[in-house]
């Protein structure tokens, strides 16, 4: 079975500096090492997927510069679909400013460029590729009116959509662009956005998934880091324990956990079997450094699955 993924999103170039902590505001301080890598969420999950096994077409939107020309090279050498990857001559490429501290902890500035120009005009070139996908993944490092644009598109065609509503919305999402949601994926600082209510613990996430799932979306999972993710499925909770590692760098694990989920789902797995191989999948990612190149290959995810 070879299912077809569809991931619609940003590309970005991902400039990596390592500090002992991250600088306060007002502060400069010395960093180490400093590296280059490809970035951008949608572009992280595609590459995700693809090394998971699924045939992936990615949709977005480059500058016509030496970053957006390495990011489409690199997709197709990674076996992914670029022929929806669309060229933007007034807008550079994506750029996003990462530091990360001693405790793998984060901080990222993106620069969207020709990301937030990726509209709805674009998207009606690929409407056949999308009708015919098993699953749309989509984030918000593009256009909003795109977002609701794709997901009305898809849910016409009876496409599951799943969203991962990263970086987190500054205004609630519309109640139409929920209800046309398969599955939303908050952490607990999205979960928050989206219902005004403190993620803390486990009793509050409970809270928080049922205010998002009232908004009709059918199944909301919430990632909680190192104490998993929480399930919210027709009216029942089921909590996932995290995998135990030595974290390096979280950058994409929310990334690599939304493009492992979409592919578990697609091969047929239940939501329960299709987090387990989520969770497992970023818990390889956090322990390399890096964006796409943390995403880890089917192979390596498969060893740590159980047998039952």
């Known amino acids: 079975m070879n299912p077809k993924i569809v991931v619609i999103g940003s590309t970005n170039t991902d400039m990596v500096i390592k500090a002992e902590h991250l600088p306060k505001p007002g502060e400069t301080?010395?960093?180490?090492?400093?590296?280059m890598n490809p970035g951008g969420k949608g572009a992280n999950q595609a590459v995700a997927a693809a090394r998971l096994g699924s045939?992936?077409?990615?949709?977005?939107?480059?500058?016509?510069?030496?970053?957006g020309r390495q990011a489409v090279q690199l997709f197709e050498e990674e076996g992914i679909n670029t022929s929806h990857i669309f060229s933007d001559p007034n807008n550079p490429s994506g750029v996003a400013l990462i530091t990360i501290d001693n405790h793998a902890e984060n901080c990222i500035v993106v620069a969207s460029g020709a990301n937030a120009s990726l509209h709805p005009k674009d998207i009606m070139k690929a409407k056949q590729v999308i009708e015919d996908a098993t699953f749309v993944l989509l984030q918000l490092e593009i256009p909003i009116d795109t977002v609701e644009f794709i997901a009305d598109m898809a849910n016409l065609s009876n496409i599951r959509i799943i969203l991962n509503p990263a970086p987190a919305p500054a205004q609630p999402l519309s109640d139409n662009l929920m209800k046309n949601l398969y599955i939303i994926t908050p952490n607990r600082v999205e979960a928050e956005m989206l219902t005004g209510i403190k993620v803390k613990d486990i009793a509050s996430a409970k809270l928080a998934a049922q205010a998002i799932q009232e908004k009709g979306v059918e199944i909301v999972i919430i990632t909680l880091g190192e104490q998993g993710a929480l399930i919210l499925d027709k009216n029942?909770?089921?909590e996932i324990p995290a995998e135990k590692v030595i974290a390096v760098d979280t950058t994409a694990a929310g990334d690599v956990f939304n493009a492992a989920l979409t592919v578990a789902l697609s091969e047929g797995r239940y939501i329960v079997d299709a987090v387990k191989y989520a969770n497992k999948a970023a818990s390889i990612a956090v322990t390399r450094l890096g964006a796409q190149s943390s995403?880890?290959?089917k192979n390596e995810v498969n060893l740590l699955v159980d047998v039952d």
């Open 29 to 35: 301080i010395l960093g180490g090492t400093f590296f």
């Open 55 to 67: 045939k992936v077409t990615f949709i977005s939107k480059i500058g016509n510069d030496i970053f």
């Open 236 to 238: 029942v909770f089921i």
């Open 295 to 297: 995403a880890p290959y």
